[in-house]
């Protein structure tokens, strides 16, 4: 069953291509107190406060959405724990401002009579916030392409949200433009240019409205994530609808619509559609408020990928460089970013419901936003964590709705790319770095040393041995290292090269073009005179001659190179080519500057990430193995298993040498190694089976459960000395493993998705026919699917 996800009248104007318009409303903004310290109180307590919340949103909004609908309004967004409802005038405005006025007073009177709710975990009661206007309301769908998004604005919109911004809890607050056609209904004491209602009308029982059909998924799907529409329909009535708590980015985006920018700002939102899209988040919404228009963008919710932070701020930076070289940069705007555990589910009824995230990490998002100046990007310090980025210290600053200061950051740009770094010494993979540094040894020989491929599942240790091998032949000087890093957010052509190319011409991000040019062309001269004096120094004819040759087609490919770090040359050999020639140089081109390369000295070329690698990046891995035997480098590979479980292709030519090394978990003897070395002394027994059951031996799921329980105090000695866990605490999972394990469950099927969630209530150990009976239905598929995809095994 599908449900009311988009406003009706969103879904009638879009069918009819219609994109923008206006009509007269009585307005009504409405925000439910208590939520925001519900939220809190219950995120303490995991899934069981899930529930909690989810039927306390359930419980409370039910009603509050049919008492608008009753009156024949209609609900134009939800923010939060709050909505915007609209009553038209059509042909009789005085019948919408009464119908506005009796459902504020009837939600006032249901929330004094029946605004406690109980949960197991204790009483909370709630009360509301409302804000009353009349007048015009303008709307517009914004977007291209199958991704849209809608915005109701206007002076009776702002109305209502300002004078809910001015309102007290429990209090009704009208504008003048409201209260000029409903003073001889009510009566009222001025608060600045408003006036709090003091008396209401007595809610009468409303003539039934209309109650609106569900929509179907081809009217959402232009408008509203698949994985939103599939957890509607998968949750079934309203009153069954699940919510959960999750690690999420929460992105603000605030810009002012000025009359003079009017026309660029269908082209600026759907720019913003675009990359949110191809960067894995989710356009939440777009909102009016008192502060003018605001964005929401969700990272992790309502699906999650491992590098979430990385991945939303990465989308702030991009959606920056691509304002700030259009039009677009005519329009200000302003970001906060704030990061940690929200609650993320649907809000609403059967006649209206939206996706949406609740909490005081949220919230903070919000005040960041509205603190920051034009064209600023503000981070809380959760948020300003991310790998990728730098970032500038603003001191502790004071946010509507938080007790204390809080750390704020300015985000600078992209971190440049440096080597990774290991805090514990590598454990566990001594046998697999001796076998390396064996493929290795054909380089100094003069040959190649083919293709080193090191798969295991995240956490394994790939990019640790790698950086183990790099650190090994640095320290003998013995080769000349080069790292391609793969792009798991854009995939864009030949990027993990693109990324290799950056580096090695020295390109800076906040650089002109012109002096990326001269940096380009500097590192370039400077490779060409070495291979010049290599030849003048070299005593065999053939050597000699393959450096000539050399030589001669890396400057022929120079403006290609070029090209792929978006360098170009007016009337270059790159701008002439089109199409095939234009591809095939390029693969000729990269090929050449590593052949280039191994004449200095040999080379080693890390490719991290292959389950990630683009379909032009594969076809210069094929390039680069072709006819190569006499020239000494060595491609490293890391790659995880596909979702299948299978290790992905290798697409190299027939004959390549290939040593393939599949990590596995640790021994017992190394688990207690590791232990040991971050605890600095011996471990018990016992924390050594609790390690083992709760992380099966991964070396960085054991790293990040006892960071986590180092610094929660919840480690002791035992009388002899080891470490061991506290008595009798909970163990939970850090939030770095729950962002893996949650990026796993969400790339499932909604039907498996579904089972996964379903078997987790059984425990770690489940019996298939027991979880059958308990769904009613016949999971083996959805059992052997999980299974095919390493979400659980059998015992």
Known sequence: MMHNLIPHFIHERFSRGERAGGFDAATLFIDVTGFTRLTETLMQHGKGGAEALTDALNRVFNPLVGEVYARNGWIAAFVGDAFLALFPHEDDPNRARSAALETAAQILASLQQQGTISTRYGDFSFSARIGLSDGPVQWRILGANNHYTYYFDGAAIAGCTYAESRAGVGEVIADKLIWSVIAAEVTGEPREELIVLSSLPSPSRPTAGIAPPALSRDALQSFVLDAVVDLVTSSGSAGTWRGEFRQVVNIFISFDPAPEVDALIDPFVTTILNTVTNHGGYFNKLDASDKGPMILILFGAPIAYENDLERATDFLIALREQTEASTLQAIRWRAGVSYGVIYAGIIGSAERCEYTAIGSVVNLASRLTTGAAWGDIYLSAQAANGKTITTTYLGERPYKGFAQPQPTYQLSGRKTGGPAFFEQPLIGRQTELARVLEAVQPLFSGQFGGVVSITGEAGLGKSHLAYELEQTLRQRDAVTWFTAQIDQILRQAFNPFTYFLKRYYDQAPDASSEQ??????????????????????????????????????????????????????????????????????????????????????????????????????????????????????????????????????????????????????????????????????????????????????????????????????????????????????????PTTINALLIARVDRLAQNVKDVVKAAAVLGREFDDHILAHMLAADVAAEVRAAEQEQIWSRV
């Open 516 to 733: 990326n040019k001269q940096r380009f062309e500097a590192r370039h001269r400077a490779l060409l005179a070495a291979l010049q004096a290599r030849r003048a120094a070299e005593s065999d004819p053939r050597t000699s001659e393959a450096l000539t040759i050399q030589i001669a087609e890396l400057r022929r490919v120079q403006s290609v190179l070029g090209a792929l770090v978006g360098l170009h040359w007016p009337g270059s050999l790159y701008e002439s080519l089109e199409g095939e020639l234009r591809y095939q140089n390029s693969l000729l081109a990269l090929k050449a500057l590593v052949l280039a390369e191994t004449f200095l000295k040999p080379v080693v070329l890390l490719l991290e990430d292959l389950q990630w690698l683009d379909k032009a990046s594969q076809d210069v891995l094929t390039t680069l193995c072709r006819n190569v035997s006499h020239y000494p480098f060595l491609i490293l590979i890391t790659s995880r298993y596909l979702d299948d479980g299978s290790p992905p292709a290798l697409p190299l030519p027939a004959g390549t040498p290939t040593l393939t090394l599949d990590l596995k978990p640790l021994f017992p003897q190394e688990l207690r190694q590791l232990t040991e070395t971050i605890l600095d002394g011996e471990s018990d027994e016992s924390l050594l089976a609790l390690l083992q059951e709760r992380t099966q031996a991964n070396p960085f799921f054991v790293q990040q459960f006892l960071y986590y329980f180092r610094e929660n105090d919840l480690l002791e000695r035992a009388p002899h000395g080891a470490w061991r866990l506290k008595h009798g605490l909970p163990v939970e999972v």
